[in-house]
Every structure is written in C-alpha cells, then in structure tokens.
C-alpha cells in the first residue's frame, strides 16, 4: 500500500526541480521525489534492503576497500566506435537490470546509479560487482546507443536514450 508525503521545499529547490523536469530528466516532480526519497533510504539502510545489518554506505565503504587493491585479471579490450554499434543488438540481463534502474528518471549521477544497482544485488542475495565492472556495463550501454554520458558539476551523469 502507498502512503503520501507532503513536504515544502525552499523555492529555489522547486525551480531547481522544475527545470531538471524540463529538460526531461524527470517526468514530473512526484519522479524526482520519489527516486531521491528511495536514494536516501537505500543509503542509511532501508530495513528489508540490510543485508547482514549493514546500511549501502557500510557496504560501498567495504568495497572501496577492495576496489583500491590492485588487480590484474585480464587485458582490457577496447569498446568498439560509436559508430559502429547497430540499434538491433541484444541486450544482457545485466544491462536490463542497469536500463531499469532509471525507473521514471531521464538521467542519474553514476555513483547512485551504481549505488542502486549494488542494493539490487544485494536485494537478490548475490555479492556486489566492483565499480570497474559496472562501468565497463554502463559503458556498453552507451556503445548501444541506449545512454550516453555527460558532466555536471564534476561529476558523471548518465541519461536514459532509449530504454528498450
């Protein structure tokens, strides 16, 4: 069952919303609040998403630690030219899963999105991939032409070209 949220935000926030609506990065504001609502509460441990009683931040900040260890498995592959990618290609089941991230949104920051994606997994009882990995998907994403990256205030942003 749904319940309803009312809140007041500072003026300069709801035109801030406003304009992210827009530019289509949201389809209307009840978007932008619910996808920054289940952002937070994913991050400070929405209670059925803790997986062992640790919170998203406990579990990015365990695998950072990992993340800073080297490790060379394999030689890295180039992605193909932009140019060279068909509109017909298949997708994984991987890069479903990050394409249903999006969920009402027209873009997301890369680290939510991988913040969501880790909480997905963990959802699904199965270990989190490291960043590295989840780039190379997001990056195949966009050799499919389904998104594309851009900047904003330093930080990485992927916005939603074609969902399927």
């Known amino acids: 069952m749904s319940e309803e949220v009312t809140i007041k935000v500072p003026k300069k926030l709801a035109e801030f ?93 890369e680290d939510a999105l991988h913040a969501r994606y880790t909480m997905e997994l963990m959802k699904l009882a199965k270990a989190p991939i490291r960043k590295e990995e989840f780039l190379k998907l997001l990056d195949g994403l966009a050799g499919k032409k389904k998104i594309e990256k851009t900047e904003h205030s330093g930080k990485s942003v992927w916005k939603l070209i074609d969902s399927y």
Not at 35 to 54: D, H
């Open 17 to 109: 919303i406003d304009n992210l609506t827009k530019e289509g990065y949201y389809n209307s504001r009840k978007d932008f609040a619910r996808s920054s609502i289940e952002i937070v509460a994913q991050l400070y441990g929405l209670p059925k998403t803790k997986k062992g009683g640790k919170s998203l931040l406990d579990v990015l900040g365990d695998n950072k630690m990992q993340v800073e260890e080297p490790v060379i498995t394999k030689t890295p592959q180039p992605f193909p030219p932009k140019t060279a990618a068909k509109k017909t290609e298949t997708l994984t089941p991987e890069e479903y899963d990050i394409l249903d991230l999006f969920a009402g949104a027209k873009f997301e920051f």
